[in-house]
């Protein structure tokens, strides 16, 4: 039972229609009427075709390639919406593009995660609904609430039915220090143990693997991350696994798949026997699917969290 009444309607851009629409489809409802179009300059312009007074209204929209028109796309739909009276807006992007710019590491460098956050909360976003932040400390950059989904439990659920809970002949890997948290609640989930790739980057999209934290030889491992952009690191902890640990087989897994420049020709000569990605961002129409390479819907995760959101009961056991 709805105990506010207000009616509930899913908007998206163009970054992930079909995730939308997926997210729609798990609701029982239509995909709210609306079009994004671009002007001769490149201006965008938002035309919504029904009414949204009172409603609750959920915006899809990753902030994926091309991030920066991605995210002026969000930023008019709600614009749009507060403007139509909308009773409350939840911005809802599956993948938060900028977050890797978290803080300042050098002299004079901007923090322009923090940015986005204030220009979604100024445009008239009431709520913000994602997964898998790069640092979750980024919820802390809005001054509006934010429910940050983990997609780890999907991952669970694949490699449970391919390897069964606690095979004693698998490992997870975190491909850096950064993720070990992330990797460790993973492995538990699992019931396997848990192994680190130490590496030290040189400078943006380039690293160089040091040593392996814990023993892999002859161990199925599994690698986690959030997010694989060039591949560089994920496909270098790869070939640290096989070639300094001495790994049987190497899987990965990751959030949210940008596969930007050289990424797909390096996953395709990598160790990694398959790779597994959601879809919170579309795979390149100009490429073909490499084999390697398969998605699992996010969708029924969002769709449930958008249900409970707009029932106003927690989403804090959405993964239990």
């Known amino acids: 039972m709805i105990s506010h009444g207000k009616e509930i309607a899913v908007f998206n851009g163009n970054a992930n229609p079909q995730l ?10 239509t995909p709210g009427n609306c079009s994004i179009s671009h002007f001769a300059d490149g201006e965008c ?6 009414p949204v007074r009172g409603k609750d209204v959920f915006i899809v929209q990753p902030t994926c390639n091309p991030v920066n028109d991605n ?26 593009g900028y977050a890797r710019q978290d803080r300042k590491a050098k002299s004079r460098d901007p923090i322009s995660a923090k940015l986005v956050a204030n220009l979604i909360t100024v445009a008239g976003a009431d709520r913000v609904l994602t997964m898998d932040l790069h640092a979750a400390q980024i919820q802390g950059f809005f001054d509006i609430p934010v429910d940050n989904l983990l997609g780890s439990h999907l991952f669970v659920r694949h490699f ?20 070990t948290a992330r990797a460790r609640a993973f492995a538990m989930k699992l019931g396997v143990n848990m192994a680190i790739v130490d ?3 040189e400078r943006a999209n380039q690293s160089e ?13 599994i690698l986690l991350d959030d997010i694989v952009d060039t591949a560089g690191s994920l496909c270098g902890a790869a070939k640290a696994l096989k070639d300094v640990g001495g790994a049987k087989e190497i899987f990965a897994c990751v959030t949210h798949g940008v596969l930007s420049g050289p990424a797909l020709q390096r996953v395709e000569e990598s160790s990694i026997e398959h790779l597994l990605l959601l879809d919170t961002i579309p795979y390149p129409a100009d490429k073909p699917l490499l084999q390697k390479i398969s ?3 996010a969708a029924p995760v969002f769709a449930e969290a958008i249900r409970r959101i707009y029932e106003e009961v927690s989403i804090a056991n959405i993964f239990d």
């Open 199 to 201: 590496k030290r980057r």
């Open 71 to 96: 995210l002026m796309e969000l930023l008019i739909m709600i614009d749009a919406m507060r403007r139509a009276s909308a009773g409350r807006i939840t911005a809802v992007i599956p993948y938060f």
């Open 295 to 297: 998605y699992i819907s």
């Open 160 to 179: 449970q039915k391919m390897f069964g809970k606690g095979n004693e002949e698998v490992m997870v890997v975190s491909p850096d220090v950064g993720s």
């Open 209 to 221: 693997v040091m040593n392996i934290i814990g023993n892999v030889e002859g161990k199925i491992c």
């Open 45 to 50: 312009s938002v035309s919504v075709y029904e």
């Open 20 to 29: 939308a629409k997926d997210i729609c489809s798990s609701l029982f409802i």
